[in-house]
């Protein structure tokens, strides 16, 4: 199921024990364009403190207005300090997985480093199949890598030939947090219309600039199918887009996840 990154801001984070507080912010990383932790206000739970949930700690998605963990609140208040207005970078992110126990994603052949999926069943500490003089060069590098969608929403697209638009939202599949679509308003050019762009199509990221160039011309964008909001994208609105574009199909290469929970493997 894909859902905006609109509805899940605000979304109530469940301990096993209690309610933590509330989503403020996704952070993606930029090359695989995967949410890979959110940002939660604990409100008057921890005043003035703020945490990342990972994906890996999600036992069920039980509604739009709540997500419930596999977590304690004292694993959650013990965890590691994140200063959210500075980029985290690996060093945080590999305190942050040896503190839960959590595998590296950025270490492995899929989306989850040796998982396709968040979900699946985690089988060693992290550390048990890395590397260490990789991780210690992981930990001095200063190369961020994970972006706010915050701050990314309101980014420019370009086109091949002119500008598309601006970043409204985006669409993020529940299963994978990968983020499938950046749903783009072209109301400069195409008044009142929304169309959706993947990230698989971007050539590059201004980011100094604020602006998304994608390998695609403003006459395929306007010939494709229109995006609308208020109703669930299905997925032949999908195919019908993909194939307008000629385009891979995503969910023909990817691993599926009832294949990968009855394997327990991808």
């Given at each position: 199921?894909?859902?905006?990154a609109?509805?899940?801001?605000g979304?109530?984070?469940e301990a096993?024990?209690?309610?933590?507080?509330?989503?403020?912010?996704?952070y993606?990383?930029?090359?695989?364009?995967?949410?890979?932790?959110?940002v939660?206000?604990?409100?008057?739970?921890?005043p003035?403190?703020?945490?990342l949930i990972?994906p890996?700690a999600?036992?069920?998605?039980?509604g739009?207005?709540?997500?419930?963990?596999s977590?304690?609140?004292?694993?959650?208040?013990d965890?590691?300090?994140?200063?959210?207005?500075?980029?985290?970078d690996?060093?945080?992110?590999?305190?942050?997985?040896?503190?839960y126990?959590y595998?590296?994603?950025?270490?492995?052949p899929?989306?989850?480093?040796?998982?396709?999926?968040?979900?699946?069943?985690?089988?060693?500490?992290?550390t048990?199949?890395?590397d260490?003089?990789?991780?210690?060069r992981?930990?001095?590098?200063?190369?961020?890598h994970?972006?706010?969608?915050?701050?990314?929403?309101?980014?420019?697209?370009?086109?091949?030939?002119?500008?598309?638009?601006?970043?409204?939202d985006?669409?993020?599949?529940?299963?994978?947090?990968?983020?499938?679509?950046?749903?783009?308003?072209?109301r400069?050019?195409l008044?009142?219309r929304?169309?959706?762009v993947s990230?698989?199509?971007?050539?590059?990221v201004?980011?100094?600039?604020?602006?998304?160039?994608?390998d695609?011309s403003?006459?395929?964008?306007?010939?494709?199918?229109e995006?609308?909001?208020?109703?669930?994208?299905?997925?032949?609105?999908?195919?019908?887009?993909?194939?307008?574009?000629?385009?891979v199909?995503?969910?023909e290469?990817?691993?599926r996840a009832?294949?990968?929970?009855?394997n327990?493997?991808?």
């Amino acid at each position: 199921m894909l859902r905006t990154a609109g509805e899940l801001k605000g979304v109530t984070i469940e301990a096993m024990d209690g309610d933590i507080g509330s989503v403020q912010d996704l952070y993606f990383d930029d090359q695989t364009w995967t949410i890979r932790y959110l940002v939660v206000d604990t409100g008057t739970w921890l005043p003035g403190r703020q945490v990342l949930i990972s994906p890996f700690a999600f036992q069920v998605v039980a509604g739009a207005s709540r997500l419930r963990t596999s977590l304690t609140k004292d694993q959650i208040k013990d965890s590691p300090s994140v200063d959210t207005d500075r980029p985290v970078d690996r060093q945080r992110e590999i305190a942050f997985s040896q503190y839960y126990g959590y595998p590296y994603y950025w270490v492995g052949p899929y989306r989850w480093g040796d998982l396709a999926y968040p979900t699946l069943p985690i089988a060693a500490a992290p550390t048990s199949a890395v590397d260490e003089e990789m991780l210690a060069r992981e930990r001095e590098s200063t190369d961020p890598h994970l972006r706010s969608v915050r701050d990314v929403t309101g980014y420019y697209i370009q086109a091949t030939d002119g500008d598309l638009g601006h970043v409204e939202d985006f669409l993020v599949d529940d299963e994978t947090w990968a983020i499938r679509y950046c749903i783009v308003d072209t109301r400069n050019w195409l008044p009142g219309r929304k169309v959706l762009v993947s990230p698989e199509w971007i050539q590059r990221v201004s980011w100094e600039d604020s602006k998304v160039y994608v390998d695609l011309s403003k006459r395929h964008i306007e010939a494709a199918p229109e995006f609308d909001p208020s109703v669930p994208l299905i997925r032949e609105h999908e195919e019908r887009l993909y194939t307008h574009l000629g385009r891979v199909k995503y969910w023909e290469r990817e691993p599926r996840a009832r294949e990968g929970k009855a394997n327990g493997k991808t």
